[in-house]
C-alpha cells in the first residue's frame, strides 16, 4: 500500500482519538482516587467505618480504568509513531514538496507527549492503588491483641 498524505492525516486523527479516550479514562481514575480521599477523610475525622470489601472492590475497579486507559493509549501511541514514521517516509522521497500533511509540524511531537505523560499517569495510579490495598492487606494480617 502506497503512502499517501491523506492517509497519514487519517492516521493522525484517529491516534489523537485514542489518547483523548486515554486522558479521558485518567480523568475517571482521578475522579475515583477523590473518592478515596473524601472517604478516608471521613474515616479518619468523624470515626466512619469503611467496609472492606466495598474499599478493595473500588481499588479494583479503578485500577481495571487505568490498564483500559493505559491499553487505549498505546493504541494511539503506536499510530502515532507510525504517523509519524510515514511522513518522515514521504519527506525523505519528497524532499521539496509542499504538502503541509505530510510534512512534520509540532503538533505531532506534542501529540505523542501528551500519550506519554496519560501512560505515566495512568501507570502511577496503579502504582498507589497498589500500595492501599497492600496496606489494606497488611491491617488484615495483623493478629488482634487481646
Not at 31 to 59: D, M, P
Not at 65 to 81: C, D, E, F, P, R
Amino acid at each position: 500500500m502506497p503512502l499517501s498524505a491523506a492517509s497519514c492525516a487519517q492516521s493522525n486523527d484517529i491516534s489523537r482519538w485514542f489518547t483523548l479516550v486515554g486522558v479521558a479514562f485518567s480523568f475517571l481514575s482521578t475522579f475515583f482516587a477523590h473518592g478515596f480521599l473524601t472517604l478516608a477523610r471521613q474515616a479518619i475525622n468523624e470515626g466512619k467505618l469503611v467496609s472492606r470489601s466495598y474499599l478493595v472492590q473500588n481499588l479494583v475497579r479503578n485500577t481495571n480504568i487505568n490498564l483500559l486507559g493505559i491499553g487505549i493509549t498505546l493504541v494511539g501511541l503506536q499510530a502515532s509513531v507510525g504517523t509519524l514514521v510515514s511522513k518522515a517516509m514521504l519527506a525523505a522521497n519528497q524532499p521539496f514538496a509542499a504538502n503541509p500533511n505530510s510534512t512534520l509540524v509540532s503538533l505531532d511531537v506534542f501529540s505523542l507527549q501528551a500519550s506519554t505523560n496519560t501512560l505515566l499517569a495512568h501507570f502511577l495510579s496503579i502504582v498507589f492503588t497498589n500500595l492501599i490495598l497492600g496496606a489494606i492487606n497488611k491491617v488484615r494480617a495483623k493478629p488482634i491483641a487481646g
